[in-house]
């Protein structure tokens, strides 16, 4: 972790207060929102330590001769930005909120290490990073409750964008052979629909038989952990010493898990076999899930030939559509599964286009084909 530059710390320092005088604004205004639910009194308590936050970087700034009296928040931003979150849900809401904290720790830890910084500031600057590391924490326990749609959402969503892709392509495919707005509207509904109801079946009995496994292997692990639990503490030391624990820490870890009723079989179930079992899911209700948003995504891409626009206005307008949604699901989907967003964005976004333009120019070849051969 290389050292700070004077340079580096002041332009830090601003971008820092703009952070802390938005998320104040922010976390405030979605307080206000959240009404009477438990989080809101939360994002109350963390909107006025983020106010404390940016006064510190406004005196910090101050002593080194800069100007703060220019550094105001736009309220049309404010207001879009929680308008935007609002739309998102609490889950993802905090989801892209922690990402602000994590980048955010980042810096401090880098500036503890600068010696411009005074021992004062440092002190200062080390209860920022706290209050920080805590307002990560706060966000994990409040995610916990909404683990559902956290763990299913980069499923679901992809499943939206495969719907995006395929029915654009075919549409436009349809188009570039018959240049009929009927035709090209019948063949998206057909392969989304039927995509829709695919997807749904195949989600179901492959996440049910996920699932049968799973809690196969855990109620095998609950009665051999009963009726062996000593074999059972031998592994959890292994595994404890895997992690470079010592042999009496792990020793104790493990004896310690044998006296409480079935912590063993959740150790070895997690550690060997990756499962636990708060987060076996709902096979179903991620198969509807999966489901609804195959279906969205069939309806968006076709929205232009269901007004019966003439095919060389309704491909650019479909493509348009489907480009926006496509950029949407991969930041829906770069949010909850922790990937960088822009990445993803672009990876949905020219994927689509690729296999879009491909599709086209198999539609026109067939055209031209077909007229050649009826010739």
């Not at 220019?70 to 905090?94: A, C, D, E, H, Q």
């Not at 195949?202 to 799973?214: H, L």
């Not at 639990?229 to 470079?244: A, C, G, L, S």
């Not at 079935?262 to 636990?276: C, F, H, K």
Request: without cysteine; negative net charge; charged residues 20%.
């Amino acid at each position: 972790m290389s050292l700070m530059s004077e340079e580096r710390i002041i332009d830090f320092a601003k971008t820092a207060l703009m952070d802390e005088l938005y998320t104040s604004a922010i976390y405030h205004s979605l307080s206000n929102l959240y009404g009477d639910a438990p989080i809101s009194e939360e994002l109350l308590e963390l909107s006025e330590m983020e106010s404390e936050h940016a006064n510190f970087w406004i005196n910090f700034l101050e002593r080194r001769d800069i100007d703060t009296s220019n550094f105001i928040i736009s309220n049309y931003r404010v207001s879009f930005l929680t308008y935007i979150y609002r739309l998102l849900g609490v889950g993802l809401t905090l989801k892209i909120l922690e990402i602000g904290e994590r980048n955010a720790i980042r810096h401090y830890s880098m500036m503890l290490k600068s010696p411009q910084i005074t021992d004062e500031e440092k002190k200062a600057i080390n209860q920022i990073l706290k209050d920080e590391l805590g307002h990560e924490e706060e966000f994990e326990e409040y995610e916990s409750r909404y683990k559902f749609f956290i763990n299913s959402v980069a499923t679901i969503f992809t499943q939206m964008s495969g719907a995006l892709v395929t029915v654009l392509s075919v549409s436009i495919g349809i188009a570039g052979a018959y240049g009929k707005t009927f035709d090209v509207v019948i063949a998206g509904l057909i392969v989304g629909l039927s995509g829709a109801l695919n997807t749904i079946t195949g989600f179901y009995f492959f996440s049910r038989t996920q699932k049968q496994v799973k809690v196969e292997i855990l109620s095998r692990l609950k009665m051999a952990a009963e009726s062996a639990p000593k074999v059972f503490v031998q592994r959890v030391i292994k595994y404890m010493k895997r992690k470079e624990i010592s042999e009496e820490t792990s020793r104790f870890i493990a004896e310690e898990a044998s006296r409480k009723q079935g912590l063993l079989n959740r150790i070895i179930a997690e550690e060997e076999y990756g499962i636990r079992e708060e987060a076996l899911g709902n096979p179903f209700k991620t198969s509807i899930y999966a489901g609804l948003y195959r279906i969205i995504g069939t309806i968006l891409p076709l929205t232009p030939y269901f007004f019966d626009l003439p095919i060389q206005i309704s491909i650019p307008i479909s493509i348009l559509i489907t480009l926006f949604m496509l950029a949407l699901t991969g930041f829906i989907v770069a949010i909850s599964a922790e990937i960088d967003i822009k990445n993803k964005i672009i990876e949905l976004t020219i994927g689509g286009l690729i296999l879009t333009s491909l599709t086209f120019l198999v539609g026109k070849l067939t055209s031209i084909l077909v007229e050649i051969i009826t010739k």
